[in-house]
DNA sequence: CAGTGTGAAAAATTTCACAGCT
DNA sequence: AGCTGTGAAATTTTTCACACTG
């Protein structure tokens, strides 16, 4: 790569599309697992397959970053580790902190996924003033008083919140107003914030409500089977769409319209 | 598998977008809410601020579940939550088994969001023999040897992984062995599974991970911001929608649910 | 050859805008 | 009037398939 000096063409990353930029994580993760191997190249093929997805999306997820592979050969896996994690900004410390120290709270605080990816929980905090000083996964907690001050002293620009929904907001705001423009928020709460701001979303309930979904619906039919990911042959490659893909007309569903016998608590 | 690819957009029939299916447990909530203050109905332009989306959208999914709502009026709230309940399949009891109960195992345990959407912890297992007996959340923690037999005398069908990642590709074949067919996986790995096995997962790296790359973009067009156009990532969720909303903008950056891996390291 | 990079086609999803009920 | 339901257009994402290169 003696493209070390080369300044990126800043006609390069423009515009990488969002579904691209979730997958970068993806990417990254399966490329250190290599890369812990010692594996020094890896096919859009294998790679892909390590990631779970398919070759032709891959290398169209890499087209956006550039040209970072060799033809006839594959992707160097260090090069790769390094361009995507500064795509991602990940060559950079990112402090942050947790609001709401509850069950939730103190397993991401426990949770050494962060530290290893450029995340650095600067801060816990918590309302409750019996917790204050306690520390929790070597970090002592602090009270929600000092939020603003802890925010700024830190440099903080990413929080995460993981109180109870009835809190959610309020928090969201004081992050935000003391400089918070990336927020993770794990309560069950749509937030209102206001331009510039980003908020993702981890609801463990929905998810598992979209597994009721599909799993009703095989209930309803018996055996539907049909392959139809694209890829076979290798080894990972968890296909989610496998079910949703048949879905057999079958069944009378419940008429579209009204004249069901509805049943429904009044 | 290879071959055999004829597109069949027929097989569309009762076929709800998955996109939709993913947004339903939204509207579930928020409807849940305002059936909780005893509002009567809802327009989709009120519905659609409380869940973060925007009125057109609203009104596109519905139209696949049917035509349940009034011209003129607006929806019967109370009729709508049954409606999409019954399409979620959350109008029966959903058993499921959470396999290793660490701290996020133990979190999830605590999690009220499960039980109230239809969803009962049947049982809790871990590898540990330490913990066996030893109650979380008020259940008592089973060993993992008894695995096959917990899910068949539960009959349970919906399992969730939170074991380290080494081990969950294992705790997976047991599981799909034992006749669980969807998973929650917060393990921070790509799970292979026969077809007909829904997987979804859960990684809070990732969504960190994407939060820092848009984080990054602003900090590199630092000017006294102002829709600076021309870039093609979009930042923090358009407030676009919130227009019925109020003062703040509603934004829900809600993650492209359709398929943002996530996954956890240990 | 093997395998990347990519226009072009296909599919999925979102947004528009307005006809049509109530 | 007010608001839903929905074709049609616009946009995004995925998949194809093959030219091109090391």
Redesign the interface.
Known sequence: MATGRTHRPATRS???P??T??????Y???LTALSERSVPTVSSEELAA???VNSAKLRKDFSYLGSYGTRGVGYDVEYLVYQISR????T?D?P?VIVGI???G???A?????A????RVAALIDADPAMAGKPVAGIPVQHTDDLEKIIEDNGV??G?IATPAGAAQQVCDRLVGAGV????NFA?T???????????????????????????R?AGEE?????A????AQ?????????????????A??????DVP?????
């Open positions: 423009r515009g990488i969002e579904a930029v979730a997958r970068l994580p993806l990254l993760r399966a390590a990631a779970g795509e991602l900004g990940l950079q990112w942050v509850g069950n939730l103190a397993a991401l426990n949770y050494g996924g962060f290893s990816r450029g995340f620009s990413i995460v423009t990336s927020i993770l069950p749509v937030l209102s914030v206001p331009d510039g701001v980003d908020v993702r979303k981890v609801d463990l309930s929905i998810e598992l409500q979209i597994l009721a979904f599909h799993e009703q095989k055996p539907a089977l049909e392959t990911a694209g890829d076979g080894p990972a490659a968890a296909s989610r769409e496998a079910a949703a893909a048949a879905a057999p007309a079958a069944s569903d419940q008429g579209p319209d009204g509805a049943v429904m608590p009044a």
